[in-house]
């Protein structure tokens, strides 16, 4: 595991809005939201036959989340072909699905403020079991069009790799 540095400058969290998500080695257009990463360790409970009053807890099977990306419809057609890879209509009766690629690896960046980047994500084996291609559609709304992806995965870890950059200071003019 690599070593962290710590900046020992910085006081407040992250803030959440400045992020970017990357699967293909490209980064995708226009992702508006990402879902939380959360991972679920099932307990395991047995007890000892001569031990009467309590039991002992073991961790069990750990289950990930799945991730929903979202973003605005635009002709971009990365969704859209990443799901067509689960299930394609019009490919022919048992070929719906591309075995060899319906899975991705993705990236997801996190920035701090002045858009360095502090943390990453790799997410493994993820795919598409879910696609929405428009939202409801709806005249009397003043909203943006979103599609949504939600990926499942068979986990994701931190990569130790990024460490927290020195903050930039503005120099004041002389």
């Known amino acids: 595991m690599a070593q962290f540095t710590v ?10 809005f400045k992020f970017r998500v990357k699967w293909d080695g490209r980064y995708v257009a226009g992702v508006s939201k ?28 750990t289950e990930f989340d799945a991730i929903t990306l979202e973003r605005g419809v635009t002709h971009d057609t990365e969704f859209e072909k990443w799901a067509n890879k689960v299930w394609n209509y019009g490919s022919g009766l048992g070929a719906e699905v591309s075995l ?10 996190l920035y701090n403020e002045t858009g360095q980047l502090v943390l990453a994500y790799k997410v493994f084996r993820a795919w598409v079991s879910e696609f929405q291609a428009l939202p409801d559609l709806d005249a009397n709304a003043n909203a943006v069009a979103i599609a949504r992806l939600k ?15 020195s903050e930039v200071s503005f120099t004041e003019p002389s």
């Open 100 to 109: 060899k690629d319906f899975r991705k690896d993705l990236i997801i960046e």
């Open 7 to 16: 900046n020992a400058q910085r006081f407040d969290p992250y803030k959440n």
């Open 151 to 165: 990926l499942e995965n068979e986990g994701w870890e931190r990569d130790y790799e990024v460490i927290e950059p």
């Open 34 to 61: 990402v879902s939380a990463l959360k991972r679920t360790t099932e307990v395991v409970k047995h007890r000892e036959g001569g031990d009467q009053s309590s039991s002992r807890k073991s961790p069990g099977r």
